[in-house]
């Protein structure tokens, strides 16, 4: 069974990335749908997404990262999809492991983290702190360590 899989990808102010971004997905996720939510973008998202004919929601105010997720995400409830991806509009997820959290998921996991620091080092950092902080308190509650 093919899983129906959107990717959300909330923007706010990418103008600069955001055909980068799309474009990656088109590239190496064909098979998978993808919206994106224009955060009350200041910058010319909303008229770069109107140019190219990209797929998006748009806010008339910023609603913030959350918001956005969230709207996504109940889009996808309304239009019946089996999997959702939040994809940063920024450009630094890579579309080619969309297929391995799908695949996780058709395995019976009922969420998928993806992480560019399964292979390389987290630096020392005051955000990556923050994030190994989360990554503790998702094993701890959740008892998952697997790593691939």
């Keep these: ?10 923007a706010y102010n990418e103008a600069l990335n955001i ?12 098979g998978v749908d993808y919206i994106v939510v224009n955060d009350g973008s200041r910058d ?13 929601i748009d806010s008339i105010c910023n609603l913030g990262l959350f918001g956005a997720v969230q709207t996504g995400f109940k889009y996808a409830l309304y239009n019946d999809y089996d999997v959702v991806i939040q994809f940063d509009g920024d ?19 009922d969420i998928v983290i993806g992480s560019r620091f399964v292979v ?28 691939q």
Excluded: F
Aim: glycine share 6%; hydrophobic share 35%; no cysteine.
């Design 44 to 56: 010319n998202t909303l008229q770069i997404l109107q140019e190219n004919r990209i797929p998006h």
């Design 1 to 10: 069974m093919t899983l129906r899989t959107l990717v959300v990808i909330p």
């Design 120 to 147: 390389e080092k987290k630096p020392w950092t005051a955000r990556m702190t923050g994030s190994r902080l989360i990554s503790t308190a998702i094993k701890l509650v959740s008892g998952w360590t697997k790593r």
């Design 91 to 109: 450009g630094q997820h890579d579309a080619r492991y969309i297929d391995n959290l799908v695949s996780e998921i058709s395995r019976g996991s």
């Design 19 to 30: 055909r980068k971004t799309v474009g990656d997905l088109q590239k190496n996720a064909p």
